[in-house]
């Protein structure tokens, strides 16, 4: 069998909402094509930005491969829109084979790098190969595994992926061992960013520009430096001149620096934890033509449940999650993180992903709830044990949840450790613990980017959340496309919470942006804060 896609806007554009912001921030309303042009983005970040795509895994290396790279797919966010859709970018159409193992795609021909070399098939072939050498240790490693011959390249054991090949100068192959509806997706990651010939698997500091800018410098822990791609061939605005980061300066200097308008904004956190609330109380939130804005983010904060322990095992332990969620005061949860940082919730997918519903209280506890699913638990366990981290905040938010599950009688033991050896201790079988932390996010705009993850027993907390029916469940929305796909994760979503709940989600994460008088257009966007081609300078 074999479908032909034509990826047009209006045929592969999964629509992805954003629930915080009236977008675009309008500093300046309308089309990004009525937008000014010219000037210096000026951004203020506190450590050094990664430049290379291959390596580069936080939001401030993302937000310039943003900028530098044309990718087969990407997800767009529009002035004015209430989400972001993955579109094609550099690929034209493609067609699916082989029971949903064989992908080719037709490239478009107007893309050039910044040298004036074109993108082509063999630019993304090199781009697959290089972040397979071990040597760079490159996070894409873990998004590859399911391409022919890429294990043989990642082991050391070859220098080229079989699975990926260029079939003409702007025709790609690339071949799998099993179906993955959410290639698509995956391949919006910066990670496969186009590179030149010869580009060495090593860290590098000069990528070549695909996108409408390239990085014309680089200082190490001091400035990063991007200009116009004079041959970009795409379709995003490129608005500004140049985009410049300068590094090193401390929050409460950096925001200094953006209210008497020598920056624009800060990188993330945005603001200083004290002066969150005063910017809001200055300028409101969200206003049009304002300079506070926050946005949620992809990320979600949740106590998991240990699935392999008593107190959670089988469906007789489900009154007991339940009793759980009524339980826990979210209001006092989420008032644990920075002010403007989080917003409460019982759900687990990140906004962008999910879909309104109302399951648990957001206001505080139900303990009438609460006793009543308890007390039809099979197991009504009296003492648990959570894992968590050693923060400020997460210290808080275990007082919390003891007294929360003290009211059902359940003596709660916390033992706190530094965040990677809470996740490598979530991986050892038969380790004693009821409940874990867990700060999550997707990588990709997609449900399977925010679920496979966390039921892969070689994922990063193991099986703590293997579950025969969540895996049912998510093999069953990971074979649908489009639309359909989307609601299937969203449904599924609020029927785990309602019906089996993994854990008790308490926040979402949001980014929020103090913006310069001379800010003229902000466009927010869901996955790496905002549509960084599409912001200008007032003329």
Not at 351 to 380: C, E, F, M, N, V
Not at 428 to 439: A, N, S, T, Y
Not at 487 to 511: C, F, K, S, Y
């Amino acid at each position: 069998m074999k479908r032909t896609v034509q990826v047009g806007l209006g045929v592969l554009a999964v629509a992805v909402a954003v629930v915080a912001s009236p977008g675009p921030a309008d500093l300046e309303a309308g089309s990004a094509a009525q937008a000014p042009r010219g000037g210096t983005l000026r951004i203020g970040s506190l450590s050094d930005v990664e430049v290379d795509p291959g390596i580069g895994y936080t939001s401030s290396p993302w937000l310039v491969s943003e900028a530098t790279c044309a990718r087969l797919f990407a997800y767009r966010a529009e002035p004015g829109a209430t989400g972001a859709s993955l579109v094609p970018e550099v690929v034209r159409t493609y067609a699916v084979a082989d029971h949903g193992r064989t992908y080719t795609f037709e490239l478009r021909r107007s893309f050039r790098f910044h040298t004036g070399a074109r993108v082509t098939a063999r630019t993304f072939v090199d781009a697959f190969n290089r972040v397979a050498q071990p040597r760079l240790g490159s996070p894409a490693m873990g998004y590859l595994r399911e391409i022919v011959g890429a294990v043989t390249v990642m082991d050391g054991r070859a220098a080229s992926i079989d699975g990926i090949q260029a079939l003409g100068p702007y025709r790609l192959e690339i071949r799998l061992t099993r179906a993955l509806p959410d290639l698509p997706a995956r391949l919006s990651m910066p990670f496969f960013c186009p590179v030149l010939a010869g580009t060495p698997p090593t860290r590098i500091d000069n990528p070549a520009g695909s996108g409408p800018y390239y990085v014309a410098e680089r200082i190490e822990n001091v400035r990063v430096v991007l200009k116009r791609n004079r041959y970009y061939g795409g379709d995003r605005p490129g608005n500004v001149d140049e985009i410049v980061w300068t590094i090193g300066e401390s929050l409460e200097a950096c925001q200094l620096a953006v209210d008497e308008d020598r920056e624009d904004f800060c990188a993330e956190p945005g603001v200083p934890r004290t002066a969150a609330r005063a910017l809001a109380a200055r300028y409101g939130i969200n206003r049009p033509g304002g300079r506070l804005f926050v946005n949620p983010k992809s990320g979600t904060w949740f106590f998991a449940f240990n699935r392999m322990r008593p107190a959670f095992k089988g469906p007789g332990q489900i009154p007991l999650a339940k009793a759980i969620n009524y339980a826990v005061d979210r209001h006092a949860l989420a008032g644990t993180f920075a002010p403007l940082s989080a917003r409460r919730t019982d759900q687990l997918l990140p906004p962008a992903l999910a879909r309104p519903a109302s399951i648990y209280p957001l206001g505080g506890a139900d303990p009438t709830a609460a006793r009543r699913w308890y007390g039809r638990a099979q197991l009504k366990p009296t003492r648990l044990v959570l894992y968590t981290w050693n923060f400020p905040h997460t210290v808080e938010q275990a007082g919390i949840l003891a007294f929360d599950l003290e009211q059902l009688g359940i003596d709660l033991e916390v033992k706190y450790f530094d965040p990677d050896v809470v996740a490598e201790r979530s991986r050892r079988p038969g380790e004693p613990f009821d409940l874990v932390m867990i700060p999550w996010g997707p990588d990709y705009l997609d449900g399977a980017g925010f679920f496979m993850p966390l039921v892969d027993a070689d994922g990063p907390y193991g099986r703590v959340l293997d579950d025969a029916r969540l895996r049912q469940g998510v093999a069953a929305a990971n074979r649908l496309t489009g639309e359909a796909r989307r609601r299937a994760w969203a449904d599924l979503d609020v029927e785990l919470m309602r019906n089996d709940p993994p854990g008790v989600p308490i926040a979402h994460t949001q980014r929020i942006f103090f913006v310069s008088k001379s800010l003229g257009c902000f466009v927010p966007h869901p996955m790496v804060g905002v549509e960084i081609t599409q912001l200008c300078k007032k003329p």
